[in-house]
């Protein structure tokens, strides 16, 4: 990584956690040169995760591995005011002792950032899911089943020719194009799961020149009629996809 790189603000999530809050946008509030901890109230008794202590402006003091040292327990979501203060504390604690926990945490790397005097902002975050266990995986799954978990809608945006289906068999006749059926898989579970299904095409964009009208009334029904034969789910249908050519750029 060059410098240029290293300086930009880094965040680490746990693969385990679905967050519904935006945590990159909250870290984007945090001051330049502080890092953050994302934090969630626990008021269980088992220690399952890491803990952070916060003093009254609500940086962290402390922070610790499956040691209940408060009720603020980390969500999974580790941020640091630069690549390099993230390097630069993980080559800290590789170098060090493993500690009693018997294994490196990145809760330790932002335990090293407030040894070396770096300040870490307390992000308090409501809406997640922790599936790091069977058993949460399963709660979470529940939610879902049951309609109380309402993933928010967005927006998936998917070229047609190429992606969804194949380049026409007979040249120029796009009746003659193939199912691409793994990508059709996917767009059909998005949209079965209540997202927003946008697929453009650039079909005849060079043979009409650029006319949009012209382009919908020469290939509009056949695109139709494809998406509907190869059961392709959509929300929005776009024509009029620029065409660039190996020598344009798009």
């Known amino acids: 990584m060059d410098e240029r790189e290293l300086s930009r603000k880094t965040i680490s999530l746990d693969c385990d956690t679905f ?32 803990y952070t202590v916060l003093d009254e402006s609500g940086s962290a003091v402390r922070i610790a591995e499956k040691l209940k040292i408060s009720n603020h327990a980390n969500t999974g979501a580790y941020a640091f005011p630069s690549a390099k203060s993230l390097k630069d504390s993980c080559e800290k604690v590789i170098d060090s002792s493993v500690g009693n926990v018997g294994e490196y945490y990145t809760s330790s790397v932002v335990q090293q950032l407030l040894k070396d005097g770096i300040i870490v902002r307390g992000v308090h975050v409501d809406d997640f899911h922790c599936l790091g266990t069977p058993e949460q995986l399963d709660a979470f799954l529940a939610l879902v089943a049951d309609g109380s978990f309402i993933a928010p809608r967005r927006r998936f945006c998917f070229d047609l020719d190429n992606t969804l289906v194949t380049a026409p068999e007979t040249p120029g006749d796009y009746t003659s194009v193939k199912p691409m059926h793994d990508n059709i898989a996917i767009v059909q579970q998005l949209h079965a799961a209540g997202q927003t299904i946008i697929i453009h095409t650039a079909r005849r964009m060079r043979t009409h020149g650029g006319n949009v009208g012209a382009v919908i009334a020469d290939i509009g029904a056949i695109t139709i009629q494809t998406l509907k034969d190869f059961n392709i789910p959509y929300d929005e249908l776009y024509f009029g996809k620029p065409y660039a050519g190996k020598h344009d750029f798009c």
């Open 19 to 50: 967050y519904v809050t935006d945590v990159l946008g909250k870290f984007r509030q945090v001051a330049p040169g502080e890092g953050a901890i994302f934090v969630f109230e626990d008021a269980g008794s088992a220690p399952i995760y890491s």
